[in-house]
């Protein structure tokens, strides 16, 4: 019986990232959303909100169990400290829940499991558990653009949020497999896909 290939995907913001991903769902992979599994742990109640008004108190919440999440943001990102007390707190739960979707995949006989994973090069936790890394890359100037027309950010805000990732040097150093999207269509994309993992259908 073959077995699941865990594949970790990752990629600076506005590379394209989360489309390689929606078209490795397409081909039949178990895609694993580690930014979609945070948004769950800091929704209204979520399991992280406590721990997150202890560690930073009340200003960042609009009412109790509900987050202000820009205040928190703006507030990691003008502070290193904070930003790991809020990953120490965070990493753990999303981990735990990404292992039992894993396992979920798994036990279903996903071919391949995706596991889109923003900080994949930053956090040592990743890499030992995945057999592949795949990076989704494109240049700087294409991630401001991008990120700009999407989120209506300037570029300095978009610089910001890239300066708080590794860097693209670092992220290709870490990739087995690597897709350049600075202008892909979705059947370029497809094709690349199909040529890295045939045992993928589309």
Same mark, same amino acid.
């Given at each position: 019986?073959?077995?699941?290939?865990?594949?970790?995907?990752?990629?600076?913001?506005?590379?394209?990232?989360?489309?390689?991903?929606?078209?490795?769902?397409?081909?039949?992979?178990?895609?694993?959303?580690?930014?979609?599994?945070?948004?769950?742990?800091?929704?209204?109640?979520?399991? *992280?909100?406590? &721990? @997150? #008004?202890?560690?930073?108190?009340?200003?960042? +919440?609009?009412? =109790?169990?509900?987050?202000?999440?820009? $205040?928190?943001?703006?507030?990691?990102?003008?502070?290193?400290?904070?930003?790991?007390?809020?990953?120490?707190?965070?990493?753990?739960?999303?981990?735990?829940?990404?292992?039992?979707? *894993?396992?979920? &995949? @798994? #036990?279903?006989?996903?071919?391949?499991?995706? +596991?889109?994973? =923003?900080?994949?090069?930053?956090?040592? $936790?990743?890499?030992?558990?995945?057999?592949?890394?795949?990076?989704?890359?494109?240049?700087?100037?294409?991630?401001?653009?991008?990120?700009?027309?999407?989120?209506?950010?300037?570029?300095?805000?978009?610089?910001?949020?890239?300066?708080?990732?590794?860097?693209?040097?670092?992220?290709?150093?870490?990739?087995?497999?690597?897709?350049?999207?600075?202008?892909?269509?979705?059947?370029?994309?497809?094709?690349?896909?199909?040529?890295?993992?045939?045992?993928?259908?589309?």
């Amino acid at each position: 019986m073959q077995t699941t290939l865990r594949l970790g995907v990752t990629g600076g913001i506005g590379s394209g990232k989360s489309t390689v991903c929606r078209q490795l769902s397409g081909m039949g992979a178990s895609v694993i959303d580690a930014d979609a599994i945070s948004r769950a742990c800091t929704a209204v109640n979520g399991p *992280a909100l406590p &721990a @997150i #008004a202890q560690a930073f108190g009340d200003a960042v +919440f609009q009412a =109790p169990g509900v987050l202000d999440r820009d $205040r928190l943001r703006d507030m990691v990102f003008d502070d290193p400290k904070a930003r790991e007390r809020l990953q120490a707190l965070l990493h753990p739960m999303i981990a735990a829940e990404i292992e039992r979707q *894993a396992e979920q &995949a @798994i #036990a279903c006989s996903a071919p391949c499991i995706a +596991f889109d994973i =923003p900080l994949l090069v930053e956090s040592a $936790r990743w890499r030992p558990i995945l057999h592949r890394v795949l990076v989704v890359d494109c240049s700087p100037a294409t991630q401001i653009h991008r990120v700009g027309q999407r989120s209506g950010l300037d570029a300095l805000s978009v610089q910001k949020i890239m300066s708080n990732q590794s860097s693209r040097a670092a992220r290709l150093q870490c990739a087995d497999f690597v897709i350049f999207n600075e202008s892909l269509s979705i059947d370029e994309i497809d094709a690349q896909l199909s040529a890295m993992f045939p045992f993928l259908e589309i």
